[in-house]
């Protein structure tokens, strides 16, 4: 199980820094595990499953 970085997080969803944090307030993105006092990593299946589930531009999938 691969623990990822903000910095690869950020280049795997296309979202910014400030993007993720406010999705994780709202409960819309994965939370993170805390690896230290001052840093904190996502478990890599947790994000390629929010990937996995967000709807496509032009899709359908957002109408339901």
């Known amino acids: 199980m691969r623990l990822l970085t903000l910095r690869e ?5 296309g979202l910014s820094r400030s993007s993720i944090y406010a ?4 409960g819309e993105f994965p939370r993170p595990v805390r690896i230290g006092a ?3 990593r996502w478990y890599e299946n ?8 967000r709807p ?3 899709s359908n999938r957002s109408m339901k």
């Open 9 to 13: 997080v950020c280049e795997m969803t």
């Open 23 to 26: 999705m994780m307030a709202a």
């Open 38 to 40: 001052r840093a904190v």
């Open 46 to 53: 947790e994000v390629r499953a929010f990937i996995a589930n």
């Open 56 to 58: 496509r531009a032009g």
